[in-house]
Nanobody
Framework: QIQVVESGGGLVQAGGSLKLSCAASSSISMLGSMGWYRQTPGKQRELVAEITYDGVTTKADSVKGRFTISRDSAKNTVYLQMTSLEPEDTAVYYC?????????WGQGTQVTVSS
């Protein structure tokens, strides 16, 4: 069973930065796409950014110009660099690995941006 584990969340002031990490338990994960999603209470989970096995990225309009997704295949890890954070970015951030039509989710990491 492949596992993904997020880390790097925390409390930051508006305008600040955070870097999230998502580590997968198997190198085979690098054959799939990995993405970051976020969810706030009462709302659906939404895509923040995604990167395919060959490096193609997709980002939500709300984070373009502020967030960057990248992957280190040697470490089976995907990163989300978040800058110019806004209170609206406050959410639980989840990592998702999609491999062979199966989804593997992490437990989530809380990001709180204070105004």
């Amino acid at each position: 069973q492949i596992q993904v584990v997020e880390s790097g969340g925390g409390l930051v002031q508006a305008g600040g930065s955070l870097k999230l990490s998502c580590a997968a338990s198997s190198s085979i994960s690098m054959l799939g796409s990995m993405g970051w999603y976020r969810q706030t209470p009462g709302k659906q989970r939404e895509l923040v950014a995604e990167i395919t096995y060959d490096g193609v990225t997709t980002k939500a309009d709300s984070v373009k110009g502020r967030f960057t997704i990248s992957r280190d295949s040697a470490k089976n890890t995907v990163y989300l660099q978040m800058t110019s954070l806004e209170p609206e970015d406050t959410a639980v951030y989840y990592c998702r690995l999609r491999l062979h039509s199966r989804d593997y989710w992490g437990q989530g990491t809380q990001v709180t941006v204070s105004s």
